[in-house]
């Protein structure tokens, strides 16, 4: 493979970084995964939109203009041939002295984008719906900010699958905030989609606004506010959706089926629609 790193295509074998780079040392760095199916990128401008503010709340440096990540984005997926993939773009505040304190701009942002390969848009997995543990979110509290501080995530979710489930809900205050990584949803039995609101607690998905757009543009009840495993666990349908997901169905939350235990009707077809206005 070839990845891409500071300012060079190179193969991945030859890839270098700093033991100084902030990102190793702090996780002071920001990523972002745009899915890539039939070849293109799936939403890229909304991806750009996201990095450019998780760069902002976090004061660091931009690494290139839009044009130039457009550009290294598809350099990347033509180089390693990727038709069905993803797109991982990461950016640290750079190498420097280790210090709490953030260093001065001109240290440069590093950049690094590598690219990953998928076998196929199903997987036996998003067939059957997901198995999901249930775990007390214990994440920092800016998760509106795509980090690669992904420790607790990896954690819970190393946890969930050792404890036989595909993976797991984080719960704050009694509520649902997210999965390890995606967001969660449920289908009331009225027929209403609900999923948590955007605020300092999740990620604002880049599927999820485009699940969501779709929902509402044919009409389907919306609405954005918290919901208790309970509630999820009494619901007509749950699932999630991530670039990495697309919109796979929940079936199962700590050991209680949803619904008849099988992926719901309404998951099945967002799924569907999805994945067709992304090809
Ligand atoms: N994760 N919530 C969290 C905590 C996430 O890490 C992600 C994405 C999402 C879904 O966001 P999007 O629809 O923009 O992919 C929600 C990526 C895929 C990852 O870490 O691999």
């Known amino acids: 493979r070839t990845v891409f790193v500071n300012g060079e295509f190179v193969p991945e074998a030859d890839a270098r970084i700093s033991v100084f780079d902030r990102g190793f040392l702090f996780a002071d760095a920001v990523y972002e995964v745009t899915a890539v199916i039939g070849g293109k990128l799936v939403d890229y401008a909304a991806h750009q939109a996201r990095l450019r503010r998780s760069l902002a709340e976090l004061d660091m440096a931009s690494p290139a203009g839009d044009d130039e990540l457009l550009a290294l984005h598809r350099e990347l997926v033509r180089r390693n041939g990727i038709d069905l993939g993803s797109v991982y ?8 002295d280790r210090d709490f304190i953030w260093p001065p701009a ?7 984008l590598f690219t ?5 848009l199903e997987s036996p997995e998003a067939e059957r719906g997901l ?4 775990a007390p979110d214990l994440r920092w509290g800016r998760r509106d900010i795509k980090t690669t501080q992904l420790l607790y995530a990896s954690m819970a979710k190393s946890q969930a699958r050792r404890d036989g489930f595909d993976d797991v809900w984080m719960t704050e ?14 289908l009331t039995q009225d027929g209403t989609i609900v999923t948590p609101s955007l ?3 999740i990620l604002p998905g880049i599927t999820r606004s485009a699940v969501l757009h779709g929902a509402a543009e044919a009409g389907l009840a919306i609405e954005e506010r918290p919901f208790t495993v309970e509630e999820a666990q009494g619901a007509r ?43």
């Open 89 to 96: 773009l990461q950016v640290s505040r750079g190498a420097a």
């Open 106 to 112: 001109e240290t440069g942002p590093g950049l690094v």
């Open 116 to 120: 990953q390969t998928r076998a196929s």
């Open 131 to 134: 198995r999901v543990a249930v």
């Open 173 to 186: 205050n009694g509520f649902v905030t997210e999965g390890s990584s995606n967001n969660a949803y449920i």
């Open 199 to 201: 605020s300092r607690s």
């Open 237 to 279: 349908e749950a699932f999630i959706t991530s670039a990495g997901a697309f919109v796979t169905a929940v079936v199962e939350i700590d050991g209680v089926r949803v619904g008849d235990g099988r992926p719901g009707d309404l998951a099945r077809r967002l799924r569907r629609v999805y994945l067709d206005e992304a090809m």
